[in-house]
């Protein structure tokens, strides 16, 4: 979702929480919705003869690895801390 912050000063705090609830809902549908779809997309390749590749956790913990230096890099420009209040917010949505 975006907002001008504006538009969220003006609300009181009880309609921003509303506000961040639903968005959070929407997202949450909205991204389920996708892995659904995705997986349909998965197997449609897998019948047409695809292999399709899923990493291991290593691999994953490897390129995240890999990735560090480009947070790093976002930390210095935008700042540590909302680097890490994203990554909380992406956190707690995914729950």
């Not at 509303?18 to 019948?47: C, F, H, P, W």
């Not at 956790?57 to 420009?77: G, H, N, R, T, W």
């Not at 994203?86 to 956190?91: F, G, I, L, Q």
């Amino acid at each position: 979702m975006i907002a001008s912050q504006s538009l969220l000063d003006g609300l009181s705090e009880s309609d921003r929480t509303v506000l961040k609830e639903a968005a959070i809902a929407g997202m949450k549908e909205q991204r389920a919705a996708a892995l659904e779809e995705n997986k349909s997309y998965l197997d449609n390749m897998t019948e047409a003869g695809a292999i399709i590749y899923v990493p291991t956790a290593a691999e994953l913990d490897q390129f995240k690895s890999i990735a560090q230096p480009v947070y790093d890099q976002f930390k210095e420009k935008i700042g540590a801390d909302l680097v890490l209040q994203v990554e909380n917010e992406v956190k707690a949505s995914a729950n």
